[in-house]
């Protein structure tokens, strides 16, 4: 199983960026699917998560209405369009996934596969 994230990487505050997560090898399909972030110093927090099997949906209070979680699935890709991003959002994103749903949607503890992550900096 392999969850591969591309498109960090250093952009002004009010910018944007896309992130990719492209997924592979999984015997079965995933049930849920999001990103999480770790920035310098600061635990790993959920950022934007998607239960693929009732759809529902996951924003940490602080991204809602500036990102977006979208699924391609004839391309078993995830996306993480953020915008208008503040310095605060600089951290390193990772993309998780996992084929067994036992809680919210945003339980870390629940995703059982990790990419290796991606950087994403935000400043001026």
């Known amino acids: 199983v392999q969850l591969v994230e591309s498109g960090g990487g250093l952009v002004q505050p009010g910018g944007s960026l896309r992130l990719s997560c492209a997924a592979s090898g999984f015997p079965l399909d995933y049930d849920a699917i999001g990103w999480f972030r770790q920035a310098p110093g600061k635990e790993r927090e959920g950022v934007s998560c998607?239960?693929?099997?009732?759809?529902?949906?996951y924003y940490k209070d602080a991204v809602k209405g500036r990102f977006t979680i979208s699924k391609d699935s004839a391309k078993n890709t995830v996306y993480l369009q953020m915008n208008s991003l503040k310095p605060e959002d600089t951290a390193v994103y990772y993309c998780?996934?996992?084929?067994?749903?036992?809680?919210?949607?945003?339980?870390?503890?629940?995703?059982?596969?990790w990419g290796l992550g991606t950087q994403v900096t935000v400043s001026s």
């Open positions: 998607i239960n693929v099997k009732d759809g529902t949906q």
């Open positions: 998780a996934a996992t084929t067994v749903v036992w809680g919210r949607v945003s339980e870390e503890n629940m995703y059982i596969y």
